[in-house]
């Protein structure tokens, strides 16, 4: 968004000195029994009341889910998640054209709400860059060469030619990395996320 281009959204309504759709991380337990202070609600995804929190749908609307279509629309979803500011253009999210939608009705793409699964870049530089090797052999132990020969029972034996060679060459290759997280991520600490809906209709 150009500076030209900002505006106040409709609906918003300050309490407080606070806009409506305000996100703050909050460290204390949020759950049935240790609800959310007075104004805010736990951004859990959840679906609840365009009536009931009319300040918030103003602002909101379907950005983060449609809801049920008619008498709902989703809370933003933290649970787990880093916050990115959007894209907007700058180019600093390679992946801001692929984002997806938070749930069914809501935003995709280089906007609010949009969500991206997953992306591990590769590491800059070399590394993590695994050794390349040229064309060798791979050492085999216990194969006999020219006319070398094991006995059998019987008194028997398997006599092994003189145009026994070394395994064959594999040729320039890599080798893979194993291992590793299932994410990558800074050292972080888990908190609440809280939303602020203003006052109820």
Not at 64 to 93: E, K, M
Not at 184 to 197: E, K, M, R
Request: glycine share 16%; charged share 15%; net charge negative.
């Amino acid at each position: 968004m150009t500076t030209s281009s900002k505006t106040e959204p409709a609906g918003v309504i300050g309490v407080a000195g606070v806009l409506v759709g305000t996100v703050v991380g909050y460290g204390a337990v949020v759950s049935g029994n240790d609800p959310a202070p007075q104004g805010w609600l736990l951004c859990d995804g959840s679906a609840v009341s365009r009536t009931t929190y009319a300040c918030l749908y103003s602002v909101l609307g379907d950005i983060h889910g449609s809801g049920d279509g008619t008498s709902t629309f989703n809370l933003p979803d933290y649970r787990g998640r880093f916050q990115r500011g959007v894209d907007d253009g700058s180019g600093r999210d390679p992946d801001a054209g692929t984002r997806t939608p938070a749930n069914p009705g809501g935003l995709s793409g280089d906007r609010v709400g949009s969500v991206q699964p997953k992306a591990t870049g590769l590491p800059a530089g070399d590394r993590f860059a695994t050794n390349h090797s040229e064309d060798h052999h791979h050492w085999v132990p216990n194969l006999p060469d020219d006319n070398s020969h094991p006995w059998a029972a019987g008194s028997h034996y398997a006599d092994w030619n003189d145009g026994s060679r070394d395994t064959s060459n594999n040729g320039w290759h890599t080798h893979g990395l194993s291992g590793g997280d299932q994410d990558s991520c800074p050292v972080n600490l888990y908190q609440n996320y809280l939303i602020f809906y203003g006052t109820r209709s």
